[in-house]
């Protein structure tokens, strides 16, 4: 499941974390993070996480990311990792790769979701489309600014090299507490439908069947 998260950051906040990002921000090739196999591929950077403005704004990129409902629901996030920004300039991109399984270091945690957060408009950049894998052949995926895509970390991905402009994106790995795609989906398509049915009926008993239905299915499921 490919999930496609619509004003995760507002205008404003997009316009402080990309001047931030342009003005204070020192960013380091971004081959340092990669594993050995995908630092042959990779040509970017990514903003030090040991500068204290890089840091307070992975902090309140992360939060926006995990209060908003769509994510929650998609998601079911055990734990994250800390928000890396990145950034292709041109004649920058990543071949071809798939994400660590664990990441972490000290705290690792097991990668069943990544996310890129689109940082500039689509207009001020050529190229640096994210492209998946899938069983039904490539997607492409360029979206606004303060949009994310979330989508599961087992998917061989690439970002197209960027010919004009720059590209800035956030990103990140979750932990979910359902570990099985297929039962995560189930449980999005059951809180979707939940939802539709109380704006429609209110707090009827059907509701509460199918509330009682995510609960237990959750509580099958789920491994935290």
């Not at 640096?128 to 894998?133: N, S």
Request: net charge negative; charged share 30%; with cysteine.
């Amino acid at each position: 499941m490919i999930i496609c998260i619509a004003d995760v950051l507002d205008a404003d906040t997009l316009t402080a974390l990309q001047h931030e990002l342009s003005s204070d921000a020192l960013f380091v090739d971004g081959r340092k993070t990669a594993g050995w196999h995908a630092r042959e591929v990779k040509r970017n950077e990514q903003a030090d996480g040991s500068q204290s403005g890089v840091r307070d704004w992975r902090d309140k990129v992360g939060e926006a990311i995990r209060r908003h409902p769509l994510f929650q629901m998609a998601a079911r996030p055990a734990r994250m990792t800390p928000v890396r920004f990145s950034r292709y300039q041109q004649g920058m991109h990543y071949g071809n790769h798939v994400d660590d399984p664990v990441m972490g270091g000290d705290h690792p945690l097991r990668t069943d979701l990544s996310f890129t957060l689109f940082l500039e408009s689509p207009d001020d950049y050529d190229g640096g489309e994210l492209i998946t894998d899938t069983s039904a052949g490539e997607q492409r995926y360029k979206l606004p600014a303060g949009a994310m895509i979330l989508y599961p970390s087992s998917t061989l991905h690439r970002v197209e090299p960027v010919t004009r402009g720059r590209r800035l994106a956030a990103i990140g790995w979750v932990q979910s507490q359902i570990r099985d795609p297929a039962a995560r989906e189930i449980l999005f398509d059951l809180d979707t439908a939940r939802r539709q049915l109380f704006e429609r009926e209110g707090k009827s008993h059907e509701f509460d069947l199918v509330t009682k239905s995510l609960a237990n299915l959750q509580r099958m499921w789920s491994e935290i």
